[in-house]
């Protein structure tokens, strides 16, 4: 299992439920592509943010699995919303924050709001890295 050091400098604001700084033993670093909310047949599923994070924590569980590693090995964190509305931004992350992906974005995380990602009808995707 890795343990991952977590810190908050004292003078910046103390972030809730994450952490600015995230450093992981010297070890093996694992880079996954982003997960899209699309499911086996290559068909992105749903058309509402929660439907696609849905899908989108589903994906990352398996490919956390697939690298036989646990949501609490993620080092970083990148979630993509398509939305500059920030209440559709804070919709997404509750549902990550309420899945079994949640000890993912307790390390370095960012929420970003994006004009277009790379599937037609997507607006979500997460990008993770994880020690393990």
Known sequence: MTVLERSNPSDLHQPDGYSH?????AGR???????CPVDIDDHVVGDDFLTQTDQVIANCMAVLAAAEVKPDAVVRSLVYVVS???ADLSAVWRRLMDSPLAPAFTTASTL?????LGYRGQLVEVDLTAAG
């Open 21 to 25: 700084i995230t450093v992981s033993p």
């Open 84 to 86: 500059g509305d920030s």
């Open 112 to 116: 970003l709001g994006v004009t277009a």
């Open 29 to 35: 670093m694992i880079h996954f592509a982003g997960q």
